[in-house]
């Protein structure tokens, strides 16, 4: 009897918390919504949320009202938004409040800080030749490469002379996006890897954007497509977890996370079942391969400049058919309209 009477008053507190945070968020969501010509929405969003998580009631019931609040603030339905359904399945609550935070990043480019590895910094190389072709106005680049591991975010730092070197760049304070892929999967320290380079960049310049980039996944060639997908998004998955953390950590600092593997894993796909017409082989060294090479599995011409193409639509807000020399097939259009819808969940 002595334990009975405490889970008894718990279970009803709980239910007179969830009553009234739901009231308490409804009414929030009125005012906010009434209070509309406030000097920003967010100043609404802030005084609603802050109604809501005053009782701490369920993540669920938060993010419903979130949502709801979103929409009439917007004037939109949640019919206008196709990539909120899709945001859900992967990370419901932190998902929906980001992917609201979509638009374009530096629509006149911006002075860039990349640094990575072989699976990263060819796509940013391809980046560089496709915002010179766009002539954006404000773009410059620098990049520094490390192979393997060692290009990793936490293999970079642990080397004195190309620390020095990115901080020499960094201590300008010119660099406004600085990017660097994921950290990596042999890591036990990831997020530890990445803040250590957010933290010396915002010495710097506190007001850096970030661009973390989750890379295909090595070994392409010797998995079927399936398999290659799966092991592409649970990186995927690990990885955003430390991107969610930072931005919790740094939350006046932009965090822009693009899972490029996906494209890789939709590329590969589509060319086990024939259905990628420019691609006619696997592996080689030409521009009609998937892959460069069988062990590692580099990324060929066609699946390096189409990422690339994701970032700069993502990026720079750019029209692909402005700044590649040749007109895209429909499959290869196809490809880079997916992968931009399945990255708005990470915004």
């Known amino acids: 009897m002595s334990g009975f009477l405490p889970t008894v008053t718990n279970r009803v507190k709980r239910v007179v918390n969830l009553f009234i945070g739901r009231v308490l968020g409804t009414l929030s969501e009125d005012y906010a919504v009434k209070n509309k010509k406030m000097k920003t929405k967010s100043l609404a969003m802030a005084f609603a949320c802050l109604c809501i998580i005053s009782l701490g009631f369920s993540p669920a019931s938060a993010q419903t009202i979130r949502e709801r609040l ?66 954006f106005a404000e773009h410059s680049a620098g990049l520094i490469f490390a192979p393997g591991v060692n290009g990793s975010p936490g293999g970079l730092w642990k080397d004195t002379n190309r620390r020095k070197q990115i901080e020499a760049k960094l201590a300008t304070g010119a660099v406004t996006l600085f990017g660097m892929p994921a950290a990596s999967s042999r890591s036990k320290t990831p997020l530890k890897d990445l803040r250590n380079w957010v933290e010396l960049a915002h010495k710097y310049n506190p007001k850096t954007t970030f661009l973390i980039g989750q890379h295909w996944p090595a070994g392409g060639p010797r998995m079927n497509a399936e398999e290659y997908s799966q092991v592409s998004a649970k990186a995927t998955r690990s990885s955003f977890q430390s991107v969610t953390q930072l931005r919790r950590e740094f939350a006046n600092n932009r965090f822009i996370f693009i899972d490029y593997g996906k494209l890789a894993a939709d590329m590969k796909s589509r060319f086990d079942n024939g259905n990628l017409p420019e691609i006619t082989d696997s592996v080689g060294r030409g521009s009609e391969s998937l892959f460069r090479d069988y062990f590692m599995g ?33 499959e290869a259009t196809s490809i880079v309209a997916e992968t931009i819808s399945h990255n708005m969940k990470f915004l």
């Not at 699946?303 to 429909?330: F, H």
């Open 298 to 330: 580099h990324a060929g011409q066609l699946m390096t400049e189409l990422s690339a193409i994701v970032w700069l639509k993502i990026l720079y807000a750019a029209d692909q058919d402005a700044v590649t020399r040749n007109p895209m097939s429909t």
């Open 70 to 135: 979103q929409q009439r603030l917007s004037g939109r339905s949640s019919q206008s938004t196709p990539y909120r359904s899709e945001a859900k399945s992967l990370h419901s609550t932190e998902a929906i409040r980001l992917s609201n935070r979509f638009q374009p990043q530096f629509e006149a480019g911006t002075s860039c800080l990349f640094i990575g590895h072989s699976f990263f910094i060819p796509v940013a190389r391809a980046f560089e030749n496709l915002a010179v072709r766009g002539d």
